[in-house]
């Protein structure tokens, strides 16, 4: 099953949901709201699967979106779910290691 809830795309299985970003750039304050609003029925459905999000097309992101995947990774835990993050692009990747996000969060 497969749908599209404003800048993301949400694909469901049997034990993983994956969240591919369709935005380039995930810069401004209301991008971020929406995302947050995006996200709480998939956690809530989610539960105790795994949880994947994919920045396939994502090349710019500000520190907001790290502040908003920190809540999401303890929403996920909390309801047994394990997050992934995946298909990060260089600079991204780079921003996680220099923060040490990247020993909180599963990058693939």
Known sequence: MEQEQSKIIVES???????????????????????????????????DKELILNFVNVKFMTSALLGLLVRL??????????????????????????TQLTKVFKIT
């Open 13 to 47: 299985g049997m034990d993983v949901t994956i969240v591919t970003f369709t935005e380039e750039r995930i810069v401004d304050e209301e991008q971020i709201r929406e995302l947050k609003k995006s996200f709480e029925p998939i956690i809530e459905k989610n539960q």
């Open 73 to 98: 990774h303890k929403n996920v835990c909390e309801l047994g779910g394990r997050l992934r993050l995946s298909n990060l692009d260089s600079n991204l990747r780079k921003v996680f290691e220099i």
